[in-house]
């Protein structure tokens, strides 16, 4: 099975969502990046397939995905669980944090995504 990796169509996209970072966004980014966690590159707005990641790690092929209050939503609720569904069978894990858990309890969400690697 094939698989349009960082697809040419979503570079605009991706730039823009990379220059237009969240709060959570950029927290998350600067606990993860430059290899600052557990040695493991993590690149920011990664397409696969038709889907832009958050943040992934080709490595341990894992996707993190932050969510704001629209993401609880019924509608976004199965958006969401059909993109997760969609990268688990194309062999991608996705952990999901809410924005506020980044914001305020940046160690905690750090030390879930060790421990998720450290299964791995």
Known sequence: ????????????????LRSNQTDAERKLWNLIRGRN???????RQYSFGNYILDFYCSE?????????????????????DARTEYLNKS????????????LNTIEGVGESIVNELGGR
């Open 1 to 16: 099975m094939y698989f349009n990796n960082n697809n040419k169509t979503l570079k605009p996209l991706r730039q823009q």
């Open 37 to 43: 966690l557990l040695n493991l590159k993590f690149v």
């Open 60 to 80: 341990k092929k894992l996707a993190i995905e932050l969510d704001g209050g629209q993401h609880d939503e019924p509608e976004n609720k199965r958006s969401d």
């Open 91 to 102: 062999g991608i894990k996705v952990i999901r944090f809410w924005n506020n858990d980044v």
